[in-house]
Structures are given as C-alpha cells and as structure tokens.
C-alpha cells in the first residue's frame, strides 16, 4: 500500500526522489523515466541546454585573472558548478526563460532575466552555497541572500513567477 504526499519543495518534474522500493515507487520510476525523454525532446529543454553550453563558454572566457583587460577576479570553478547547479534546478515550463548569463569583475556569475525595461530580476552566484539577489518590478524592489544546494530556494522562484506571470 502507498501513501501519496505532498511534496512542497518539489517545482519542477525534474525533482523526482532517486532512491525509494516497492511496486508503486517501481512504476513511478518508468512514468518518470519516460516523462523525462519526451521533455528532453521539447524546446524548453533545448534552450537549457544552451544555457549550460553557454555558461561552459564564459567559464573557459573568463577563469583567468584580468579577463576583462583589467584586474577582474577569475571565475572560479566552484562558482561554474553551482551556477551549472542552479540553471539545472530551474523549473522547465515554458513561462519562465533561461537567463543570460553575465561574468563579474569579483568572480561571480549573474543571471539575469528580463521582462521590460523595469521589471528585472538578477541572481548572483559565488560558489559558496549562497545566492544573492535583487529584483525590481516596476516601482517595487527586493533583494536578498538565500541559501542554495540542491534545489532551487523558493524566495527565487516567487520572484521569477512575480517578474512573468
């Protein structure tokens, strides 16, 4: 016999637990393995891919010392795992767009989504486990710091859904 949970941490199919037993967990696994191959198969997917294609790129670009022609911090290989983590953990809906992807002058990564000139969100990413942020949305403004590692924190996700829905 199963019981069915609500899973309040889970946003994305992708999220699916690894490690359970018995029959129904068994039949679940194959409904999600094929799940999986028919959303690797779609757009949104495809665009993700390119993201993380992207941000190898700019990791290769930029992980010496002066990159920028001047004394800019070299994107560290932590930082490009755990932005590779984040882009990762982003739900795949067709509603919220893969970001553009930015190198700092101190070593981190941004990320930047856009909706109009004065609704922008950006997350920046060090690889120490922590996400800092900062949001405006039309005369509203946030910004924070939450603590990232291994799903994507809720505070980002309601401000995605804020800047796009």
């Known amino acids: 016999m199963s019981t069915p949970t609500t899973c309040t941490d889970c946003i994305s199919i ?4 690894t490690i359970g037993f018995g029959a129904d ?12 191959r028919e959303v690797k198969k779609s757009a949104t997917l495809g665009r993700q891919e390119e993201t993380l294609h992207s941000l190898y790129e700019l990791f290769e670009e930029c992980s010496d010392e002066g990159w920028d022609g001047y004394n ?3 994107i560290s290989e932590e930082a490009y795992l755990e932005t590779r983590k984040l882009i990762q ?3 795949i ?3 919220i767009p893969m970001p553009e992807l930015t190198p700092e002058p101190n070593g981190d990564i941004a990320l930047e989504w856009r909706n109009g000139s004065r609704n922008i969100f950006v997350a920046s990413v060090r690889g120490r486990n922590e996400i800092t942020y900062a949001g405006l949305f039309g005369l ?4 924070g710091t939450e603590y990232f590692n291994d799903t994507l924190p809720a505070a980002l996700l309601e401000n995605l859904k804020r800047l796009y829905l």
Do not use: C, G, W
């Open 89 to 91: 953990s982003l739900p």
């Open 25 to 36: 967990f068994e039949r679940l696994s194959r409904f999600y393995d094929q799940i999986v």
């Open 140 to 143: 509203n403004k946030t910004h």
């Open 93 to 95: 809906t067709s509603f």
């Open 14 to 17: 992708m999220n699916f637990p």
């Open 72 to 74: 800019a911090l070299p």
